[in-house]
Nanobody
Framework: QVQLAESGGGLVQPGGSLRLSCAAS????????MGWYRQALGKQRELLAT???????NYGDAVEGRITISRGNVENTVYLQMNNLKPKDTADYYC????????WGQGTQVTVSS
């Protein structure tokens, strides 16, 4: 059974940084596409960034310029570096992986508050 495990969320002050991590297990091949989405309370889930196994990136409009997605050296890991965080970035952040199926992690909460 494929599982995605996110980590790295938490409470951060405005202007701070966080690095989210996601590792997939239960899969024998490399996901073509891995990425990050977020969902704030009362809002729809939105794309942050995706990255193919070949290194092609796509960033959503939400926080472009303040985030960087990367794939790890360990197969099926993906990271999201977030800088200059703002209170509006408070949300649950989800890892996504795709092959012929679509997989989601349980989410990690990010709270930006002073």
């Amino acid at each position: 059974q494929v599982q995605l495990a996110e980590s790295g969320g938490g409470l951060v002050q405005p202007g701070g940084s966080l690095r989210l991590s996601c590792a997939a297990s239960g899969i024998q091949h490399s996901f073509y596409l891995m990425g990050w989405y977020r969902q704030a309370l009362g809002k729809q889930r939105e794309l942050l960034a995706t990255m193919t196994s070949g290194g092609i990136t796509n960033y959503g409009d939400a926080v472009e310029g303040r985030i960087t997605i990367s794939r790890g050296n360990v197969e099926n890991t993906v990271y999201l570096q977030m800088n200059n965080l703002k209170p509006k970035d408070t949300a649950d952040y989800y890892c996504n992986a795709r092959d012929q199926n679509d997989y989601w992690g349980q989410g990690t909460q990010v709270t930006v508050s002073s």
